[in-house]
């Protein structure tokens, strides 16, 4: 068991650019979540896959946002035309398929200039 | 929307003394958790809470659920150095898609000093 693993740690993009962000989550995790965190807050739920399939998204996922988890094992969220209220921590997070605490990965810091 | 306030927002003590925050909420949740987050990781989970009323520690730390499911605390006892980060409750629900999907408070900054 290795922990959830997002890559990369850090990313610096300039406006108006895509990035994209990966997530491996613990192998035997059939449950992920992506969240993001802004300074001095606690994160916020962006979207939930369930296996491959994604069955739930915040209302904070704009249209510029994807999430996709193929073969229900890593995931990758997308921006597209990045914004400046994009810089935030963005969190991966799986569980097993119970109630109870989920495993964070140690995020991507994303910082639009 | 669902709001979980956490107080205090940041905590200055001394190295050995105990410490209390407390998070409250204006609904009800299933689950309490409490996380810590180091600066530049992501949250670790310290202690899960699943039934009203219950009473749980984890080495130095307590926590307990509120019966009215819409408050917890935590406790820690004789700090130490590393316990210093933010600390962050959070409380969850199952929705009807079937995620456990979490609300964070806005955190409690700890520091202690030696």
């Known amino acids: 068991d290795t922990g959830v693993s997002q890559d990369p ?65 890593f995931s990758t969220l997308e921006i597209q035309r990045t914004e400046q209220g994009d810089s935030a921590m963005y969190l991966c997070a799986s569980s097993i398929d119970r109630a109870g605490g989920y495993t964070f990965g140690s995020g991507t810091r994303l910082t639009v200039v | 929307g669902q709001q979980l306030n956490q107080s205090p927002q940041s905590m200055f003590i001394q190295e050995g003394e105990d410490v209390s925050m407390n998070c409250t909420s204006s609904s009800i949740f299933n689950t309490w958790l409490w996380y810590k987050q180091d600066p530049g990781e992501g949250p670790v989970l310290l202690i899960a809470l699943y039934k009203a009323g219950e009473l749980t520690s984890n080495g130095r730390l307590t926590a307990q659920f509120g019966i009215t499911r819409k408050d917890s605390f935590l406790n820690i006892s004789a700090s130490i150095p590393s316990d210093v980060g933010i600390y962050f409750c959070a409380g969850h629900t199952k929705s009807g898609a079937g995620s456990y999907q979490l609300t964070f408070g806005k955190g409690t900054k700890l520091s202690v000093i030696p």
């Open chain 1, 9 to 73: 740690r850090h990313k610096i993009t300039k406006r108006g650019q895509n990035v994209t962000f990966r997530c491996d989550p613990i192998s035997e995790h059939n449950r992920l979540y992506w969240y993001r965190q802004t300074l001095g807050q606690g994160p916020e739920f962006l979207t939930y896959f369930q296996n491959e399939a994604q069955l739930e998204k915040s209302r904070l996922l704009s249209d510029r946002f994807s999430a996709e988890r193929p073969k229900g094992s």
